[in-house]
Nanobody, 128 residues
Framework: QVDLAESGGDSVQAGGSLRLTCAIS????????MAWVRQAPGLEREGVAT????????TYLDSVKDRFTISRDAAKKAVYLQMNNLKPEDAATYYC?????????????????????WGQGTQVTVPS
């Protein structure tokens, strides 16, 4: 069982920064793909950034590269999303998601449909 809880969402002016936190509850040593996925009203979910709990490079949605950084703290059982230079189009509900994987090393997919476990989401607003 994997439980995920997001926090850190807020309203921030364009150009500002936020850091989202995903607190993870699990009793496993298995590797997992972890992702931040967002959904704006009326739009499809889109994967924003992913990271593997084993070796592997993070992946990013093209529109957030060089602005967003995903990271994790294994000891604290947390995954973070540092968002800089926020734009109005970044406004959405941001979800933390995960799925178990047996690969020793991999890059994780951005496709939200690949993910099994989901948090409740945290709202990010960027007034235009």
């Amino acid at each position: 069982q994997v439980d995920l809880a997001e926090s850190g969402g807020d309203s921030v002016q364009a150009g500002g920064s936020l850091r989202l936190t995903c607190a993870i509850s699990w009793n496993t040593t298995d590797n997992h793909c972890m992702a931040w996925v967002r959904q704006a009203p009326g739009l499809e979910r889109e994967g924003v950034a992913t990271i593997y709990t084993g070796p592997g490079r993070p992946t990013y949605l093209d529109s957030v590269k060089d602005r967003f950084t995903i990271s994790r703290d294994a000891a604290k059982k947390a995954v973070y999303l540092q968002m800089n230079n926020l734009k109005p189009e970044d406004a959405a509900t941001y979800y933390c998601a995960a799925f178990r994987d047996l690969a020793r090393e991999r890059q994780c997919p951005l496709d939200p449909d690949e993910y099994s476990y989901w948090g409740q989401g945290t709202q990010v607003t960027v007034p235009s």
